[in-house]
């Protein structure tokens, strides 16, 4: 049976049967594969505490039918136990890993949602910066890489030069006064310069921004992301703002 | 597929944690070939633990009556608290006769993933068992993983500041394995976790 053997961060984990799980992987080389992992649930699997929700692992698996099973581990980065120690760094993980599992395809190579999902989890358990401000820096690129860039200065229907009052989530963000669609937001010009830094990893300006702006930033990130995603994500729901 | 009454029993077994389509399919046939006494002893089980089993006012245990057999108990100390997950841990603790304490049962573990935050879970309910004042020590038993670590180092920030002795089951080596085959996850924690022999 072919096998094959890759750098991996686990996005999440499902139970099946009586002691497997169902591993959903994003994996350097191949993109998002679906392994089973047998006997991770019983106390005493070897690679139970590996194949858990944002570590980072080396993995070999052997391809099967629908799934593939894992037949070995190796702990490259274990995230996810730091991660997991702080209800804020654990939400916020959970809800990127849920972002990247949406934004990525079976079996398509993801070389930069691995690597910006890598780093993401890196500086959450850095516990540099805030948390929420790490996770909607992620959020914002992640939709970047997959398309989906927000505007924040120029006006995303027609490109006049911002910036611009308006925005407006389903118009692609900022929006001219001659493109502005009805019931278009108007937040703080600190919010999209916010939002504008986070895109860009300019955390001088992050860092230093008002609660007040990181909030509302927050909640465009959130509607820009369930715009683009058909079904809302779960764990969004979960984070404390 | 098959007919009518055994395609709907194939469906419903299906529907089962941990039965996939085959499994379905051969309880489905062993049934069919049971004794009638037998599938009838499973079906009154069935039925009766619906009608019977709800869970402890207390602490949220399956129970038979208002109180699960351990809240019932007089002889068990009342003064300790072990906040656990799901019923079944319930069970795996008194399996090892070493506590003899009551439990607090959450109902589940944090999962943002699957939408469950700390408000589906039964913390509120135990806040108000420690408001009472006679309980002196909590000792917290999730589940040795990931969700059960969140959930127990939200339990944890919760319970600082309050006047109680809080503990955590440790985290260690499996009894019978060796050391070299430990992920460095439960090596890690089993050094954390590393009890004085002496000084
Ligand atoms: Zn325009
Ligand atoms: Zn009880």
Redesign the interface.
């Known amino acids: 049976m072919p096998t094959y053997r890759d750098e991996a961060i686990v996005l999440r984990t499902q139970k099946l049967g009586e002691s497997d799980r169902i591993i959903t992987l994003l994996t350097r080389r191949l993109g998002k594969v679906r392994a089973v992992g047998r006997g991770v649930r019983k106390t005493k699997s070897k690679f139970g505490a590996r194949l858990e929700p944002a570590m980072v692992i080396d993995v070999q698996c052997y391809e099967g039918r629908s799934l593939d099973t894992v037949t070995q581990t190796e702990s490259i980065d274990p995230l996810g136990d730091r991660l997991a120690r702080g209800i804020e760094t654990w939400t916020a993980a959970s809800v990127m890993l849920e972002t990247c599992d949406r934004l990525t395809e079976e079996r398509e190579p993801a070389l930069q949602q691995f690597l910006l999902l890598r780093g993401a989890l890196t500086s959450l358990a850095g516990a540099v910066h805030d948390p929420n401000l790490v996770l909607d820096a992620y959020l914002l690129r992640a939709m970047a890489i997959a398309g989906y860039a927000p505007s924040f200065h120029d006006c995303a229907k027609c490109g006049a030069p911002g910036p611009h009052l308006a925005f407006n989530v389903v118009g692609g963000g900022s929006v001219c006064p001659l493109c502005r669609p009805p019931g278009s937001a108007a937040p703080a010009r600190e919010t999209l310069g916010l939002l504008s830094a986070l895109l860009t990893g300019d955390w001088v300006i992050a860092d230093a921004s008002d609660p007040r702006h990181r909030r509302e930033g927050a909640g465009l990130v959130a509607a820009f992301l369930q715009w683009h995603l058909e079904r809302g994500l779960r764990s969004l729901r979960m984070v404390e703002r | 597929m098959y007919e009518g009454a055994v395609q709907d029993l194939i469906d419903e077994l299906g529907r089962l ?2 039965v ?1 389509p085959k499994g379905a399919q051969r309880i489905a046939f062993h049934l069919l070939q049971a004794d009638p006494q037998d599938v009838e002893r499973l079906s009154d089980v069935l039925l009766a633990v619906k009608e019977k089993v709800r869970y402890c006012e207390r602490c949220f245990n399956v129970a038979e009556s208002q109180l699960c057999r351990v809240c019932a108990d007089q002889r068990r100390d009342q003064s300790a608290i072990c906040v656990v997950e799901e019923p079944k841990d319930v069970v795996a603790i008194e399996r090892t006769r070493e506590f003899r304490g009551t439990y607090h049962v959450l109902g589940g573990a ?6 469950i ?2 408000g589906d879970l039964r913390f509120t309910e135990l806040m108000t068992r420690l408001a009472s004042g006679e309980v002196t020590e909590v000792i917290i038993a999730t589940d ?4 059960g ?2 959930t127990a ?2 339990l944890s ?1 919760f319970l600082k500041g309050m006047d109680l002795k809080v503990t955590r089951l440790a985290s260690g080596l ?1 009894v019978g ?1 060796d050391l070299e ?1 430990a ?4 090596l ?1 924690r089993a050094f954390e976790g590393r009890t004085l022999v002496h000084v």
Not at chain 2, 110 to 115: A, K, N, Q, T
Not at chain 2, 144 to 147: A, D, R, V
Not at chain 2, 183 to 186: A, H, I, L, N
């Open positions: 944690p941990g996939g944090i999962s943002p993933i699957d939408g935050g700390p040795p993983n990931l969700e670590e969140a180092a939200y920030r499996p394995g085959y992920d460095e996850v439960t890690g």
